[in-house]
């Protein structure tokens, strides 16, 4: 268990590692920078080394910020050589002179001596380079994307950028990208943060962020980290997303960018514009602001069919507009390099307006019926995110600080459902198909058969919020003869998640409604015979018009009203000590991390009681708190071994954990209750579903091993390893039986596991070639395996969501004047959830996308983007892969677009 860390030999290394030196440190310092003789690029990641020449021993190291500076503090007077690598440039050097009480500020240049390749300006190569250079400097395992590399790809947002790194994968929602997972992992299991804020989730249950409300125009950098350092947040079993937006300091001079573009979507035939733009602009040398805005307006569809696995199968269409707008301020203030403040907006919004019509089909013989349905609603999210916070550099000390807050919420008004129902014997269907086959007579498709059963009516809101503060402090320490630095610091976050709903069931006195005055013509479905549609504005006028004289189902409203209603509460209070040393070739960046949680729920237990014998139907309503308390221990080492200057080999053991997903630990019991009588005795059965809040976090032990090549140039070529050992994953059960829950049919609530393992390795080739070919491929295998014991019965399965095969390639050409690259992913089918006595799987996904530019001049781009070139469906299966449960078609997408630099 990770809270028992107390005197392992990590701790005793720990402890050693950050033990302080009695050595006292001269005042002088470099403030330097690192940029090119044309003064267009920005240089994140060169590595820089101060060399004594006395001995031509590397005093010092570091890398440059994204901004292109770099900084030593403490430095004894004397004479030194500051040299810098940068991948894809020649190595540079320069002398300098430090002395007592002074701050010196060189500027190192590259290509003071030679013209700048004009495809370095334009293509992905800088952009490769920048990624490259950000992880061969990084302290922990990682793998970065930067603003010119999401360009390169037809990604419309954060998520389907991610897909493209080693070890990622993407969940997708009506084709497009919206979660994403690291080596396999569940979501909810990775930590999402954008410009150093922890983002709440916009909808209702989950911790995970669908990262597809973030327009990828608004992003300067993603970086993945898939080991932990103490200074990072605990919660990143899968790992942790960092995502920056632009900032003036980023650039090395003023810029602006416009962006349109249209798209069409082959499965619904609709036309997509799509328009962005962004500037950033340094007032003088102290001020700079950054500014972007997206706007994205698409009309697209999908076909579904899916079953139960057994008597039901169900077809689906669906009609969806939806809508992006992303923007983000960022302001800079740097009255002299010792501080610095700044202060990050990010305002996103993701509408979803939804049209869907269904067929429901139950095969039971004579008893057989037919339900068509209707589904309308429009649902809204977005995200806004502020980040006060400042820099400040000491004689010895450095202080950063941030303020946050962040809000993400999820309006879904006036969400209408209508069902229609009928009997028909004369039906039969075939599930055992990908597309399951349904046989129907010429009543199954007459509306005038059908009569109208049920009108729901939804208000459902979800709020997420967190406010933050976290305080760091750094300095340079001497251990043993060997520079290094410490850094301790502390963190607080305050999260409440509420979700209301207000569900109105309108469920008799139908009377006299003609199914056929609500008849529209068929949806084009290409999946099968669908049938008559239903109009969307013939339904909601019905509605609007007739509410008042419709028999509300009371209880049934009540139940599921309050039964969604919830209040979750959560502080957590983080403290850590870290020390990074340079010990030679090796560097040791190890830590502890103490978190404290205090988690509270309040909620409502509500039983639907019918019985019979004493003849009362109502609604009991009994109010449920809950909290706990819980600290964890998360001790951390990351290695790093540079065997040469282009091979380096790298090792981590971390502790992290995973919080439970917030509608898992709600307070909510939905319990349905009805004595009848059945042969003269008053039988009682029970059936609940219901919320686990002392379910106890995910704890995971992980060692990660990777060894990086970088053969000269742009590129790189690795191999890592990784375990992970987790205990108390969450999964679903019928806990019917069990304490407190004796005399129920069925229970069905979140329960931990036991024990589960993953292991894996990863694989990545990235390679700019001189001659203009591009070739980046990227694959990760994993093995998964998880126990929980149930019932007395022992389940041995892998991972929910865990796919064991993900994989990348990329092929491209890059000229003077034009661009194209063709790109693959794959992800291999992985299990979704256990249903019932059969496992649901998700099946293998391999998507083809392609993107062409031709470069008008240096300011002016075309592009061409073809989405999902093989019309890849989305696919789940019951046990066996001809066992439909769901199939569903997108189509293919195209893009035609313009792009001004100015």
Known sequence: MIKRFNHTALSVACLAALGLSNTAFADGSIAGKVTHASQNTIYVGAKVELVSPSDNEVSFSTITRRDGSFRFQAIPAGSYTLSVEYLGESPISQAVVVEDDQTITPTLVFGEN???????????????????????????????????????????????????????????????????????????????????????????????????????????????????????????????????????????????SVTVQLGQNQLRDEINPKVSGSFTHKLNSTFGIAAALSYFDRDFGSDNIESNGDDEVEQRFYGINRERIGGAVNLDYRPDFNNQYFLRTLYSEFSDDEYRLANTFTFDGEDSEIERESKDRYESQSILSFALGGEHQLPLWQINWQLGYAKSDEDEPNALYYVFATENENIDGDLNQIIPTITQNSDALDLSTYELDEISFEDNYTKDTETSFKLDFIRPIEWNGNQGELKFGTKYRSREKDRSSQIFIYDGDFDGIDAEQFGASSPDYSIGNFGPGLSRSALRNYFSSQRANLELADLDSELESNGATYVNEEDIFAAYLMGTFNVDKLQIVAGVRYESTDFSTQGMRVELVENEQTDTEEVVNTPWEAERDYDHWLPSINLRYDVTDKLLVRAAYTHTLSRPKFEDVAAFQIIESKTEEDDGVFVTEREAEVGNPQLTPYEAENIDLSIEYYPGDIGVISAGYFYKNIDNFVIFADVAGTSGWEGFEEVIQPINGETASLQGIELSYVKAFNNGFIVSANTTFSDSDAVTFLDGERFDTSLPNQSDTIGNLTLGYEADTYSARLSMTYKSENLEEIDGDMLRMEDDHTQLDFMAKYFINADMQLYFNAINLTDEPFYNYFDERQRNAQYEEYGRTFQLGFTWQM
């Open 114 to 256: 030679e013209a700048m390749d004009e495809i370095f300006v334009l293509g992905q190569r800088s952009s490769q380079a920048s990624a490259i250079n950000q992880q061969r400097g990084s302290n922990r395992i990682s793998s970065i994307v930067s603003a010119d590399a999401i360009g390169q790809f037809p990604d419309q947002n954060a998520a389907e950028a991610l897909q493209r790194l080693p070890g990622l994968s993407i969940e997708r929602d009506q084709g497009e990208g919206r979660f994403v997972g690291i080596r396999g992992i569940d979501p909810n299991l990775n930590n999402v943060t954008i410009n150093g804020l922890n983002i709440p989730s916009p909808e209702s249950g989950v911790r995970a962020v669908a990262l597809d409300v973030i327009p990828s125009e608004l992003i300067q950098t993603l970086e993945v980290s898939k080991s932990v350092t103490s200074d990072m947040d605990g919660d990143a079993i899968g790992g942790a997303v960092a995502v920056k937006s632009i900032s003036a300091f980023d650039k090395t001079q003023d810029t602006a």
